[in-house]
């Protein structure tokens, strides 16, 4: 299997539930890591949720969906909106704030009861599309198709806030993060994206410094976060293709997070405590990647093939990570992927490289800790898939008291060649205080080998010999072409081996057998050996023969 192959099966089977294909009715269904739950939206173009007090917010044309931190609707939805763009909930979860493009307007929610409280009007400042919320202080990235556009800032204690403009004018809505005493603006539809810090110490936002768009090659960026101290700040961008971490302080980008060739980065997430980054990609890879914060190794990974993460549609609850998928029939989707933050588990499975049609391939491993800590008995989930990726279970796999596990399996292939790669998929589901975890080993299943050789028992110096035999695979002719290399070594009577001597290649017949002579020029005991080296379908073989020549 291509490692490109192992790594996209790798991200789709991220756990014990396999993907069986995104559902088109409202309700969850199990999916790679945890549940798919369709929106029933199928005319809404905007891409962002939101999370807070206990529930999950998606913005949908005119209208708020509210779904539970299990994924299930709560059939709670906010109506009476224009456009709704970005949403953003203050820190108790008990107000929504979404920015209304279609009326120009930010509209304050009641999360409990779910009514409109106020609408803060911005006809000054059309367009509002991106939102940031730090404390009682609202930022609001504003800008039409026709341009220009910019930020204001809301002061939310106000009975009518007033918006106050941050900087200059910008292109299109710029993305915002803030936390701490920080506020980014990042210039979006740009080649060359600055990212503006703003110093937020004093209360009104100061320019810091900018983090230079064409120094760090920021294309098309798309979604920013920050640590909670404001102090680092996490991008995603068409390019460099990694995840960025920079630092606001010298404005220096200090570390990367993937591959610049997984896909398009989308929506990048820090969990509350700081610890993981999860990120969306589009167009490659894994669509969801976990990394560890402070070292960027990649901790977990998930795809929807048949989705498209959005940008800016990645969220932490707790655990958890919701994402904001776009099915190809245009369904809006919310996966919630469980526990991926919970502290990580290692499980390995070995097997032997090579095994024979209708022979047990024994499969082992160890479940444990990332520590290396064994976790006991724990049932493990096992699929094993045939060529053409026809799938079967492999039930009743139990780790022991030390973490280890083995399992035998004799594969049975329906459709011909019945023979090629077997790949085994080894799970542990995880619990509610440990992540799960998943192996993979591949074992390729080839015909076994059959090789004869005969020829007569004796002979004469200096004449010619004839030896003959046979080859199969499976009880099968071998493949057309095939060919077999032959060497002779002489054993002298009273002394040691003579030297071994390699005869020219043999050419086997379509019927498996083949034919060669050989002239012995002295007496002695000679001993022939003929070797099949096997092909992508049959493994190796050898046979000999001894001849007495006077």
């Known amino acids: 299997m291509s490692p490109s192959l192992a790594r996209r099966l790798a991200a789709c089977c991220g756990a014990a539930g396999l993907i069986t294909g995104l559902l088109t009715v409202t309700a969850p269904a199990a999916s790679a890591a945890g549940t798919i739950t369709d929106l029933g939206v199928t005319d809404s173009y905007t891409a962002d949720l939101a999370v807070g007090g206990g529930r999950v917010f998606v913005p949908a044309g005119d209208r708020i969906i509210v779904a539970g931190t299990d994924g299930n609707l709560t ?19 008990t107000r929504l704030y979404a920015a209304l493009t279609g009326s120009n307007e930010v509209a304050e929610i009641d999360t409990a009861s779910l009514a409109v409280t106020r609408r803060i009007d911005l006809s ?10 730090l404390g009682e202080r609202l930022w609001v990235g504003h800008g039409c198709d026709n341009g220009p556009g910019g930020v204001v800032g809301l002061d939310l204690g106000a009975s009518a806030p007033a918006p106050v403009a941050v900087g200059g004018e910008h292109l299109r809505p710029p993305v915002l993060a803030a936390a701490g005493d920080t506020l980014v603006v990042g210039q979006t539809a ?18 810091r410094g900018t983090i230079d768009g064409e120094k760090w090659r920021i294309d098309s960026l798309r979604d920013l976060t920050l640590s909670s101290d404001g102090g680092t700040l996490f991008s995603a961008a068409d390019t460099p293709g990694h995840f960025t971490r920079y630092d606001t302080r010298t404005l220096a980008a200090t570390g990367t997070y993937g591959d610049g060739w997984d896909g398009s980065p989308s929506a990048v997430a820090l969990g509350s405590d700081g610890a993981y980054v999860a990120a969306g990609r589009q167009w490659g890879g894994a669509d969801l990647i976990l990394y560890d914060a402070a070292t960027g190794a990649e901790l977990f990974a998930a795809d929807q093939p048949d989705a498209e993460l959005l940008p800016d549609g990645v969220a932490f609850s707790g655990t958890d990570v919701f994402a904001l998928l776009r099915s190809s029939t245009d369904r809006l989707l919310l996966w919630r992927v469980t526990g991926v933050a919970l502290p990580a588990t290692k499980l390995t499975a070995t097997a032997p490289a090579d095994a024979y049609a209708g022979s047990p391939i024994t499969v082992e491993g160890r479940l ?83 090789l004869t050789l005969t020829g007569p028992q004796s002979g004469v110096a200096g004449t010619a010999v004839e030896l003959s035999g046979v080859l199969t695979g499976g009880g099968r002719p071998p493949s057309p072409g095939s060919t077999l290399t032959v060497q002779r070594t002489l054993y002298l009577r009273s002394s040691s081996p003579g030297k071994t001597v390699k005869l020219p290649p043999v050419r086997v017949n379509a019927d498996g057998t083949y034919t060669f002579t050989d002239t012995p020029a002295n007496a002695g005991r000679y001993v022939y050996l003929v070797s099949y080296a096997g092909d992508g379908g049959t493994g190796p073989a050898q046979a000999t023969h001894q001849i007495i020549v006077k």
């Open 190 to 207: 740009m080649h060359h994206a600055d990212m503006l810090v703003y110093d937020l110490g004093d209360g009104a936002p100061a320019l």
């Open 368 to 450: 444990t800790r990332a520590d290396g800590e064994a976790l006991g008995l724990k049932p493990l989930t096992v699929i094993q898939y045939l060529p053409g990726w026809t799938k079967l279970p492999i039930t009743g796999v139990t780790t022991r008291q030390d973490g280890t596990f083995t399992f035998q399996d004799t594969p049975v292939f329906e459709l011909p060649p019945y023979i090629g790669e077997v790949v085994y998929w080894v799970f542990w589901d995880g619990d509610d205080s440990l992540r799960r975890s998943s192996a993979s080993v591949t074992v390729t299943v080839k015909r076994e080998a059959t």
């Open 75 to 93: 059939g709670g939805v906010v109506t009476g909106l224009s456009g709704v763009q970005e949403l953003a909930v203050n820190a108790d979860g």
């Open 124 to 133: 000054a400042h059309p367009c509002p599309s991106t939102l940031a919320l």
